[in-house]
């Protein structure tokens, strides 16, 4: 990566794709979704804070900010004229859209992960899947690219189409330059993210978790999957986990617009994440709806999960 002040330090987001000679389409793609950010930034500060009164998939309340985020991203989705369907954490079913001139592609998306934690005033983001065609229930390692906005102190966001994993950081002009290129995550150590009710781990999970502790792993979790992911890549150590738990073999988090994007870039930076026997990235999804546990972050660490994921 060039120096502060180089040009290569400047490069904005559209021309390190052209760059990575990355599809036109895609590329018009990405940047749709890195400008609907700017207005779910905007939503995010001065938005209303309240229950929208509707619930989603999940059975869980929607918020205000969750609807109005998901409707500027469906607008931009379905104005860019390259997108054949959708499908969003605050959406039921499906939608599909008008692709004019191909290639098209699919977008899996969670407008507004962990909406709830904007009211205390903590880092929430936006997280998205792309796959080629109007087929959403591929394989992660399908994917064609993957992306988050982390919307913290900084508003940053990191890419990958397969070529290496880059972070952007959003200028006073609300552009996106490039910060850090070609990411890599280490393959153990640093910290540990322990999502889920602890007094309702298995018994391996437990282990695990002892074990981490043994070895000097920090406890670093704060209930935003984006900035605890980015936390990882950004440190480039440690591992992150919403393991399976007692009454809930599935975890909470979601395949197509939570695990496979975020598998996608963490395997491209050189991590590993699992659902506790095999890559999140291999298994088929069955629906829209499905969850899975998983284990996320420097490969040492997720195949010492597997390990006494195993063995319980
Ligand atoms: P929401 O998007 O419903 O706020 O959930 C956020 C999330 O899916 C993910 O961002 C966190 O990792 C996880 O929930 C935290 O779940 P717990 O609150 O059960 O730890």
Known sequence: MGEPGSTKFQTDLRRHLRDSDVERNLVMLICELAEASKYIINSIRTGDLG????????GEDQLALDVLSDRIMQKR????????????????????????????YSVAYDPLDGSSLVDVNLAVGTIISIHRGNNLLQKGRDQVAALYILYGPRTTLVYSVGDGVHEFAMNHLMEYTLTRENITID???GIYSPGGQRNLYTSGTEKYVLSLEESGHKLRYSGGFVPDINQLLMKGKGVFFYPHLQGRPQGKLRMLYELNPMAFLVEHAGGAASNGCKPILDIEPSGIEMCSPVFIGSSKDVAAAEEFISAE
């Open 51 to 58: 229950v929208a009164g509707t619930s989603n998939l999940y």
């Open 77 to 104: 989705l379905k104005n860019s004229g390259v997108v054949a369907s959708v499908v969003s954490e605050e959406t039921d079913e499906i939608i599909c859209f008008e692709c004019e001139d191909g290639p098209c």
């Open 187 to 189: 393959n153990s150590g």
